[in-house]
């Protein structure tokens, strides 16, 4: 379980982002990270990292998300939290910048990051943000395969719209 409270507060935050109030969103998420502090609750914590990396790596705050990424991996490692581990590993070589080293991304090949044990969202945003990053590096056959790499249930969550919009961006 986890708290209500931080919950909501991480969910407001994804709607405020969603609905295109960026700084309504980070006050929600330092509500969130606040709380889940307070209280001392390691899967609270883990999930509103885990939801603050996604915030500030959308926000193109790169550095916070970095931060952000290496308390979660020592939480996850500490704790053995396999989804928040994986997560946190794919979002380690992400969070370096928008262009990439073309050697650490294939380190990061499509069907690894789709067998990563993370829920549809974060696997859905992680490979967007993996062609993402291939597209910026100038590859852009890496970043059409790794979209292609999207299982269909993938297309379906939370972060469909993006995925279109990566591809549009790959088409161009």
Excluded at 10 to 19: D, E, G, K, V, Y
Excluded at 122 to 132: H, N, P, Q, S, V
Excluded at 137 to 161: I, K, N, P, Q, T
Aim: proline content about 2%.
């Amino acid at each position: 379980g986890h708290d209500a409270g931080a919950c909501s507060h991480w969910h407001l935050a994804f709607n405020r982002w969603l609905l295109g109030w960026p700084d309504q969103a980070a006050g929600h998420m330092r509500d969130s990270l606040q709380l889940a502090e307070q209280l001392q609750h390691a899967q609270t914590m883990g999930l509103a990292m885990s939801y603050a990396i996604w915030l500030h790596f959308q926000r193109g705050e790169r550095e916070t998300a970095a931060n952000f990424v290496e308390r979660l991996v020592a939480l996850s490692e500490a704790l053995g939290f396999r989804p928040y581990l994986d997560y946190a590993l794919v979002m380690r070589a992400l969070c370096s910048g928008i262009k990439v080293d073309a050697m650490a991304l294939r380190n990061l090949t499509p069907k690894q990051a789709a067998g990563l044990v993370l829920s549809q969202w974060r696997r859905a945003f992680c490979i967007c943000t993996l062609a993402g990053c291939w597209l910026a590096s100038g590859h852009v056959d890496e970043a059409r395969a790794a979209l292609a790499s999207l299982a269909a249930a993938d297309r379906g969550a939370f972060y469909a719209a993006e995925i279109l919009r990566v591809e549009g961006e790959v088409a161009l």
